[in-house]
């Protein structure tokens, strides 16, 4: 018998991507860290952002942590629940959406990883900007935010500003631009 929030994530995400199998909840407890591996209540893998807000009020409605998950690659434990919670898995949300060839940018969703980016870079003869350890799966977008340094920029403390813009989902489920 499933509990009424595992219903609830069935209900925003699909059957098919919400879970509370031991298994899966292990394979999500850890990252490439240190850091003790600790299991969520819930994972979950939402295809869009507004599953991503929903996902968002409903863990504030149970007063229940929201933990980000991108690739699992990155070597700071953030990924790893501290207190049980809803550990959100972005890794269907990777779409490019766009390439601006002239401008150099793309805009990308959360879990695009660097070999899928710099797979469709290649056909335009362009490459990828990848911190020196960073291994092809790792999401990108994760991998910035983290500020990973890009040994490529021109300047170590402010060349590694390659973010220009992107949409945060808040707390409260809002959705709030940044840039």
Known sequence: MRDSILEELVA?????NA??????LDAYSRDQSFVPPRQPNYVVRPGKVEEVQEIVRLANSHIMPVIP??????????????????LV???RMNNIVYID?????????????????????????????????????????????ERNPVITAADLMFGNELLNTYDIVMPSGELFTIG
């Open 12 to 16: 925003i995400v699909g059957e098919e």
């Open 19 to 24: 879970t509370d199998d031991p298994f899966i």
């Open 69 to 86: 998950y991108s690739s699992g690659t990155n070597f700071h434990g953030g990924a790893v629940p501290t207190n049980g919670g809803i």
């Open 89 to 91: 898995s972005l890794q």
């Open 101 to 145: 060839e002239r401008n150099w940018n793309a805009l990308i969703e959360p879990g695009v990883n660097y070999l899928q980016l710099q797979g469709e870079l290649e056909k335009l003869n362009l490459r990828v900007v990848a911190p020196l350890s960073s291994p092809p799966s790792a999401s990108i977008l994760a991998d910035y935010m």
